[in-house]
């Protein structure tokens, strides 16, 4: 089972770019689904950011459509989220997500972005 550490969170202005890293440890070679989730300030559920299958599909939410860009760098077993375009709205906690091929969805601890006006 892999674990995930998720690191550049920081506060940035609106308009801002921000990418998201998701160190992996452990084999990588389970994992289906890659992808990153927020959960907004006061909260409770956490919603899909964008995803990426181990086949090479991606998807992202309407709201983060064309500012987000989701990639994988095998050979540093690391996942990013690059965020273009920042509007307060995107300030939350975003979570690494996997679900591999054991039917398991692994989260990472979250990290915080918090975009100012």
């Known amino acids: 089972q892999v674990q995930l550490v998720e690191s550049g969170g920081d506060v940035v202005q609106a308009g801002g770019s921000l990418r998201l890293s998701c160190a992996v440890s452990g084999s990588s070679s389970g994992v289906k689904i890659w992808a990153w989730y927020l959960q907004s300030p006061g909260q409770n559920d956490r919603e899909p950011a964008a995803s990426l299958s181990s086949a090479g599909s991606i998807r992202y939410a309407d709201t983060v459509n064309g500012r987000f860009a989701i990639s994988r760098d095998n050979e540093k077993n690391a996942v990013y989220l690059h965020m273009n375009e920042l509007p307060p709205e995107d300030s939350g906690i975003y979570y690494c997500?996997?679900?591999?091929?054991?039917?398991?969805?692994?989260w990472g601890p979250g990290t915080r972005v918090t975009v100012s006006s």
């Open positions: 997500v996997v679900d591999d091929r054991m039917g398991r969805t692994i």
